[in-house]
């Protein structure tokens, strides 16, 4: 029997305006094509919350930290390090096989995730994914598939999920894609790390359901 294709799916939640976000919240699932989950992971990263008190008062969605206090009281979130982030990643790779790293939008995420290990290390190093990680993006998927169709377009255009473009667009965001995939126009994205994972790789999986051709690989070369 064919073992299936695994890839790692992060997801950060950051202080400080791009591009130099650093995370404070990492969200790890590994999974396949079909959207399985074999294992997950809710982290909040104490190099960031507890180490950078101011970036995390005016963080974009600093009216969520309580949240974050009473779940890590209550055992549901994990505090670790960047360090302990970092070498996580490396081992589920090595475990299942994989040198993939996928996210929704992975630009973001792996220039977070670079930017932590910097901000950790104090420059020391900068990079927290490991050598040879190939990088997919589950929003080049869905946009190649679920958003190219008619009634993709339908839904947004009948519920107002359009962009601000001078002449709108179809929102491509994942908690848009979710809601037509679910056909739950109430859903909001909870923006916490592993509650996005979950999400998007329904997305993924979704995408991959079309058989149809799509972009995956966020760059042709290896990190």
């Known amino acids: 029997m064919r073992t299936p294709e695994k890839m790692i799916f992060v997801d950060w939640e950051s202080a400080r305006e791009m ?9 790890i ?19 960031v ?3 950078a008190k101011n ?15 009473k779940a890590i009281w209550a055992g549901e979130r994990k505090v670790v390090n960047t360090y302990q982030i ?24 792996k220039t977070c995730g670079n930017n932590t290990e910097s901000f950790a290390t104090e420059g020391k190093y900068k990079y927290l994914y490991p050598k040879g990680t190939i990088f997919w993006d589950a929003w ?8 190219t169709q008619a009634g993709y377009k339908k839904f947004c255009a009948e519920n107002g999920f359009m962009t601000k473009h001078k002449t ?48 995956k690989v966020l760059y042709t070369k290896k990190a």
Not at 177 to 198: A, N, P
């Open 86 to 109: 970092k070498k996580l990643i490396a081992e589920l790779q090595e475990k299942h096989h994989t040198k993939i790293v996928c996210a929704y939008n992975t630009h973001f995420d």
């Open 55 to 69: 970036d995390m008062q005016s963080c974009y969605y600093a009216h969520k930290l309580p949240k974050y206090h």
């Open 19 to 27: 591009p130099g976000q650093i995370g404070y919240d990492c969200g």
């Open 140 to 147: 080049l998927m869905a946009k190649d598939t679920i958003c």
């Open 168 to 215: 709108p667009r179809p929102q491509t965001k994942a908690e848009t894609v979710y809601r037509f995939i679910t056909k739950d126009t109430s859903f909001e994205e909870e923006h916490q790390g592993l509650d996005d994972v979950r999400i998007e790789i329904a997305i993924m999986a979704e995408c991959f359901k079309k058989h149809k051709k799509m972009r």
């Open 29 to 47: 699932a590994v999974t396949d094509r079909t959207g399985r989950i074999y294992e997950e992971y809710s982290l909040v990263n104490s190099d």
């Open 49 to 51: 919350f507890y180490g």
